[in-house]
């Protein structure tokens, strides 16, 4: 079991950007891949971007070219930079562990509390 804590929300006017932060609280990186979900006001959670021990990153099609999703093994961090928010971008941000990219609905960690993002048009 590992420890993860989500900041870096905020509002902000559609267009601009907003970088979010997924600290844990031990080096998970070489055992596990991580991810990004978002649940919007009335849907379901979803994968927004995930990436691997190694690197290797996949993307929902609807941030491709818009979100990067990286990580910092030395710091057990892993970050979103979304850039030209939308307001459906809006949501409370989670981020979690999973088996590899192409499994992250099979989560490894307990869910946290989440960081609100909120898109004004």
């Known amino acids: 079991q590992v420890q993860l804590v989500e900041s870096g929300g905020g509002l902000v006017q559609a267009g601009g950007s907003l970088r979010l932060s997924c600290a844990a609280s031990r080096n998970i990186f070489s055992i596990s891949a991580m991810g990004w979900f978002r649940r919007a006001p009335g849907k379901q959670r979803e994968l927004v971007a995930a990436?691997?021990?190694?690197?290797?990153?996949r993307y929902a099609d609807s941030v491709k070219g818009r979100f990067t999703i990286s990580r910092d093994n030395a710091n057990n961090t892993m970050y979103l930079q979304m850039n030209s928010l939308k307001p459906e971008d809006t949501g409370v941000y989670y981020c979690?562990?999973?088996?590899?990219?192409?499994?992250?609905?099979?989560?490894?960690?307990?869910w946290g509390q989440g960081t609100q993002v909120t898109v004004s048009s």
């Open positions: 979690n562990t999973g088996p590899s990219i192409w499994t992250m609905n099979l989560v490894l960690d307990s």
């Open positions: 990436i691997s021990s190694h690197g290797s990153t």
